[in-house]
């Protein structure tokens, strides 16, 4: 094999579009552009989202919905899996750190302990917010629910 004799795979290369060499070659004449208007014209360009002069559809739909700049988005635990984290690690304190540590949340998300499932062990626990149900059932295991900054 030699430099000179290397060749682009079959079907890989294509020949271009050769426009507007005569009415003989099939693209002459108009050049595969059709018969006057905008888009006949050298030099055109549209604007996004023209529609010919028609009200844009971005325009004509209404306007609904507002995103918040404060708001603050929490990665949720439930009380089911903070008793089996615990058990794992052989724990009785949880933190935000300790979550980041075993991959449960990544290191800058705010954490929320949801009441969900059942919990039977004393923990220590500390997030960024708790529901109220969560709440109610870590202090009636006997354990401490607490806020973090």
């Keep these: 094999m030699e430099l000179q004799s ?12 050769r426009l507007a060499r005569g009415v003989g ?9 059709g018969h006057k208007g905008a888009k006949s014209r050298s030099g055109y360009k549209s604007k996004r989202g023209f529609e010919g002069g028609q009200m844009p559809i971005q325009m004509r739909l209404p306007k609904i919905g507002f995103k918040s700049p404060n708001r603050k988005s929490y990665r949720t635990v439930n ?3 903070l008793g089996s ?3 794992q690690l052989k724990a009785e304190k949880i933190d935000p750190a300790t979550l980041v540590e075993h991959k449960i949340i990544k290191k800058h998300e705010l954490v929320k ?5 059942e919990l039977d062990k004393k923990l220590d626990v500390q997030a960024h917010a708790f529901s109220a149900s969560a709440k109610q059932a870590i202090e009636n295991a006997g354990g401490t629910a607490t806020v973090v900054e």
Excluded: F, M, Q, Y
């Design 6 to 17: 290397l060749k682009p795979a079959k079907g890989a290369v294509k020949k271009r579009k």
């Design 25 to 33: 070659s099939g693209r002459g004449r108009t050049s595969t552009r």
């Design 79 to 81: 009380l089911d899996r």
């Design 85 to 87: 984290i615990a058990e």
């Design 113 to 117: 302990i949801l009441g969900g499932g």
